[in-house]
T-cell receptor, first 110, second 113 residues
Framework: KNEVEQSPQNLTAQEGEFITINCSYS?????LHWLQQHPGGGIVSLFM?????KKHGRLIATINIQEKHSSLHITASHPRDSAVYIC????????????WGAGTKLIIKP | DTAVSQTPKYLVTQMGNDKSIKCEQN?????MYWYKQDSKKFLKIMFS???????INETVPNRFSPKSPDKAHLNLHINSLELGDSAVYFC????????????FGSGTQLSVL
């Protein structure tokens, strides 16, 4: 079992839908990162959080430390949101090395 | 100005050659990283380095070596390239290891023929 599990692996939705991507982890963490990788390959950091909730535009990230779970939400999804979304956690027990989820491939259809 | 820049973007080479990928960050960050993204799209840490400590992923062959001439640069040297080294390599930086926001370079697609 991977230490960081994302679900779903693939998600296809219609433009305008509310999107949720989940991340569960089994290690003690210093922080959790959500990143976005576009089809062109570039990787962009979306959020870094260690508690609570953060919002940036149409993106919302939440984390529940007790349940070791985080969600990334996209409101009013748009085709340009199509990308791979990756969750990664800083592992407190491994000198804060980042452990990466496998990513969620999101396709938003017009 | 690009925050984290890596060159070249594409690198095609023969088996057995030695090659380098350069990475520079202008963010004043303390920690830099090299990641390998394989065909399954997993990002695997190869090295993390700050001005005090190099942490090496023990699964990385010793043909790979990071070189940091200064805090803003972390270059990746690869000796005796093998077919299995073909992948996309990403450089990244953060202010603090494990807790700082990550900034990535645009990636270098390495193809070993």
């Amino acid at each position: 079992k991977n230490e960081v599990e994302q679900s779903p692996q693939n998600l296809t939705a219609q433009e305008g839908e509310f999107i949720t991507i989940n991340c569960s982890y089994s290690v003690g963490i210093s922080a959790l990162h959500w990143l976005q990788q576009h089809p062109g390959g570039g990787i962009v950091s979306l959020f870094m959080l260690s508690s609570g909730k953060k919002k940036h535009g149409r993106l919302i990230a939440t984390i529940n430390i007790q349940e070791k779970h985080s969600s990334l939400h996209i409101t009013a999804s748009h085709p340009r949101d199509s990308a791979v979304y990756i969750c990664a956690v800083g592992d407190m027990d491994s000198n804060y090395q980042l452990i990466w989820g496998a990513g969620t491939k999101l396709i938003i259809k017009p | 100005d690009t925050a984290v820049s890596q060159t070249p973007k594409y690198l095609v080479t023969q088996m057995g050659n030695d090659k380098s990928i350069k990475c520079e960050q202008n963010l004043g960050h303390d920690t830099m990283y090299w990641y390998k993204q394989d065909s399954k799209k997993f990002l695997k840490i190869m090295f993390s380095y700050n001005n005090k400590e190099l942490i090496i992923n023990e699964t990385v062959p010793n043909r790979f070596s990071p070189k940091s001439p200064d805090k803003a640069h972390l270059n990746l040297h690869i000796n005796s390239l093998e077919l299995g080294d073909s992948a996309v390599y990403f450089c990244a930086s953060s202010q603090m290891r494990g807790t700082g926001q990550l900034f990535f370079g645009s990636g270098t697609q390495l193809s070993v023929l």
